[in-house]
């Protein structure tokens, strides 16, 4: 057993923010505390757990998580549950590091050997999804993700989406897969209408066809269509999942790890989500950390069918050279072939992360901030 000594964070381009654990024996392990748009109330909310977890011992993984989430009186949320996942993550790559295993043989083992993947085209005003599905098609990738649309009024015209359904003809044509992410922008009077155009050409899902809060709406499209209904990136807990579960609303769950509560809690959810027979897909337009931990629990999660990956992401790209393979010390780990990336076998989270970069690029890095999405009359809307 060995205690905590120090727990570092940095904030790094295009919008991750890694953490960084070790212990008095010299171990260490890293984490990923990323929520996008949001960087700085993280941070603080960093500053507060390590001021309480520092001489903790890093064992005991489960204790932490409970001690930050019951303790505080105040619990769950994108804020807390985003620090909880960056510290847990990193206690996990540093436990497997000591016991010299991937984090996926402390979670039982394997129950596959390649993860399959997916990646994005199109952007956040979906365009040249054609041109984008080839190149994607030529790295390796048999399933893509695309948004559903731009902004769309409470109620616009049914017109707004046909190029919806025509972008994803025009993807399914090249042999691809692809999945459509309605991302909370329509409401309901748009997104029944979005869900049955859509429909006749089978999707491979929609995802967040409504926003979360939308519990019964929600409940309500799942009777419209027989289309799998996915969504989880802004559910924050096992108890935010619950409903959902048990309503039998959605197909796909696609809790974040680096939003839920790290490992500890999305492998939770994973065995809720399978005696519910609900698929898991984790969410992740996010830093290599976070793939590797999704990674991992994919390894290990039977109800697991696809993960997502940020390269080459159009968050990514618009902010700058910083992509997901930037902070790897071996890039090659997330190699795509035939849809598939192989099993990560090297110790922890089975990636190596160039830290001499990491801290060189945190000295001056900014935090990114949320897209705005305005309609004619000036009104907000959803992005």
Known sequence: MAKITSIEYFRVPPRWLFVKICDDDGNHGWGEATLEGHTEAVEGTLNALIKRFVGYEADD????????????????????????SGIDIALWDLKARKHHVPIHQLLGGKVRNKIAVYAWIG????????????????????????????????????????????????????GLDAAVDFHGRLHKPMAKQLAKALEPHQPLFIEEPLLSEHVEGIQQLSRLTTTPIALGER???????????????????QPDISHVGGISEIRKIASMAEAHDVALAPHCPLGPIALAASMQVALSTPNFVIQEMSLGMHYNTEAGTYDLLSYLLDPSVFAVEDGYVRALTGVGLGIEVDEAEVRRVALDAQPWLPKEFYGVDGGIREW
């Open 235 to 253: 559910l924050y807990s096992r108890w935010d999942v619950k409903r959902f579960l048990q309503d039998a609303s959605i197909d796909v769950l």
């Open 61 to 84: 993984i489960e204790h932490l998580w409970q001690t930050a989430w019951r303790l505080g009186f105040y619990r769950g949320g994108p804020v807390l549950m985003s620090a909880v």
């Open 123 to 174: 952007g956040d005003r979906p365009s040249d999804v054609e041109d984008a599905a080839k190149i994607r098609l030529a790295q390796g990738f048999r399933t893509v993700k695309m948004n559903a649309t731009a902004d769309v009024g409470w109620l616009d015209s049914p017109r707004s989406l046909e190029a919806s359904v025509e972008r994803l003809k025009r993807v399914k044509a090249l």
